[in-house]
């Protein structure tokens, strides 16, 4: 019973660390800025507006909301930089 409880386990989180990237495929397209001190804005990642959807852009999309330092690291009140990303596009 153990065993089988384990298993069970180890096959759930497979299937939910499978799953997560893959939740990126209902956002809808759109791109991504860096905002300088200036308000110039920088594009940055896959241009889905341009190019569509696509595993890039999921795969960046997914890692500014949840990878290492994420978007928290904008939202630092002594960071000049910002970043938006407007959705739909333009």
Same mark, same amino acid.
Do not use: K, W, Y
């Given at each position: 019973?153990?065993?089988?409880?384990?298993?069970?386990?180890? $096959? !759930?989180?497979?299937?939910? =660390?499978?799953? =997560?990237?893959? !939740?990126? +495929?209902?956002?809808? @397209?759109? #791109?991504? *800025?860096? =905002?300088? @001190? +200036?308000?110039?804005?920088? @594009?940055?990642?896959?241009?889905?507006?341009?190019?569509?959807? !696509?595993? $890039?852009? +999921?795969?960046?999309? *997914? &890692?500014?909301? *949840?990878?290492?330092? !994420?978007?928290? $690291?904008?939202? #630092?009140? &002594? &960071?000049?930089?910002? *970043? =938006? $990303? @407007?959705?739909?596009?333009?």
């Amino acid at each position: 019973m153990r065993r089988f409880i384990l298993v069970l386990l180890l $096959a !759930s989180g497979l299937v939910t =660390v499978g799953a =997560v990237p893959a !939740s990126a +495929d209902h956002v809808p @397209p759109h #791109q991504h *800025f860096l =905002v300088t @001190p +200036d308000g110039t804005m920088i @594009p940055v990642g896959p241009d889905a507006c341009l190019f569509g959807p !696509s595993g $890039a852009f +999921d795969e960046f999309h *997914f &890692n500014i909301h *949840f990878g290492t330092p !994420s978007i928290e $690291a904008f939202r #630092q009140t &002594n &960071n000049p930089v910002s *970043f =938006v $990303a @407007p959705v739909p596009c333009p």
